[in-house]
Each structure stands twice: as C-alpha cells, then as structure tokens.
C-alpha cells in the first residue's frame, strides 16, 4: 500500500528540514507525500512558490510506475522506477545526497536485504538516514497486493544504538493502535550526531511560539490600521 501512517510525521519532517539538505531521495515514494512535506518546508516556505524557483533536489524511487501520481510527477526533481536496492546505491554514488528517507519500506525486503542497504544508503548520504518503519510482532503480513507483503520483522533493539556504515542509530517509538511504530535517524556526517527527534520537535515547537508571536504583532497592527 503506497502510503504511511501518521505517527512521527512531524517530527521526522523537523529532522529533515533541521539539516537543510540540498538534495533528498525519498526511496519508496508511493503516493508522493513526502515530496509534497519536503517541497513545501525546503522551497515553498522560504518564498520559492513556483517550480523554477526550486532550488533543491528532491528525488524519488517508486518500484510500480502506475503508483507515481501527477502531482508527483510535479514535486519531485525525479523519479526512478525500480527495485530500491539496486537504484538506491546506484543513484547515491551519481548524485550526492545530504538525505536519503525510507518511509515504510524496509519491511518489504527480507531482513539480510534491509541491512544491507541501509549500510549502503549509511556511507552514501552525506548527512543523515531516515528510516519510518512498523515495529514487533502486531502488524500484517500480506498487504492488498504483493509489492505491498511484509517480508521481514523488525524489532526497536535490531536498530537502536547498531552501527550502519559506521554510525550509529537512533529509535523514537510511537504507538499505532497498540503497535510499535519506529521512526530511525542515522547521521552520517563528520563528527555528527544523529538528530534526536524529541529536540527537533521542541525545536519546531519554540519556532512555531516566535511565528505565532509575530502574527500576533501583524494583527495589532492592522486591527489599528482599521480602527475608525
């Protein structure tokens, strides 16, 4: 199924934007929504409204081609049809990017295969791994279609502190309907340390305290600009 729960959104979204990348690859894109999040927050936000004005790259991977949406189409800089193990390394090494997401797609490769890649992707991107991803024993094997089939099970301690490419991870948990869901950063810069989304949201949450000061200001001032 090409899309996500909502659990973690936010705070994997202030981890991607914190960095600032240049250029992001959304390996797994299903329906586009995180190339909708990360134009909005790395382009639009910043005034840059029109397509010509982007100025970063934000690719995408999707395995079935019937699952990549206009929209889509319209958001990412590109999009590669093909099996994530073999594009993902092979784009990473072409294009230098400062992020690479998997969103809920870990869990459709046999476990062997996942930590191969994710110590690929770990020594390829130049700033941080992010990984959304079902945790435990609670969630369905077979999903509506066979792309779609949980080929392995994940566990909070197969990722929490291990080393990929290196460095090592960080596990938030989240709750879905009594499920653990995981939401994995692994920085992979210099002397880096991998985000830790509690921070990033506080962060989020001090940046949305000063926008909704300033808006305060602006509506005083109008409301006396108005008055009669």
């Not at 909005?40 to 982007?54: F, K």
Request: aromatic share 8%; hydrophobic share 40%; net charge negative.
């Amino acid at each position: 199924m090409p899309v996500s729960i909502w659990n973690g959104m936010e705070d994997c979204l202030a981890v991607i934007v914190g960095c600032r990348p240049a250029a992001a690859l959304d390996a797994g894109a299903g329906f586009g929504l995180w190339g909708c999040l990360l134009r909005q927050y790395l382009d639009v936000w910043s005034g840059r409204l029109e397509r010509e004005q982007w100025a970063t790259r934000i690719d995408a991977v999707e395995m079935d081609s019937a699952r990549v949406q206009p929209h889509a189409r319209h958001l990412y800089t590109d999009i590669v049809i093909g099996d994530v193990r073999e594009v993902v390394p092979r784009r990473a090494v072409e294009v230098r990017y400062d992020v690479i997401l998997f969103g809920d797609v870990i869990e459709h490769l046999p476990k062997d295969d996942g930590i191969r890649l994710l110590e690929q992707s770990a020594r390829l991107a130049t700033r941080l791994v992010v990984v959304r991803i079902p945790l435990g024993d609670g969630w369905r094997r077979e999903g509506r279609e066979e792309p779609d089939h949980h080929r392995s099970r994940w566990y909070a301690e197969d990722l929490r502190g291990r080393s990929f490419g290196g460095h090592l991870a960080r596990v938030r948990e989240y709750d879905f309907l009594g499920n653990p869901y995981g939401l994995v950063t692994i920085a992979t810069g210099e002397d880096s340390v991998a985000p830790d989304p509690d921070v990033a949201q506080h962060a989020g949450e001090d940046q949305r305290d000063s926008i909704e000061a300033r808006l305060d200001r602006l509506e005083r001032r109008l409301e006396r600009l108005v008055a009669p």
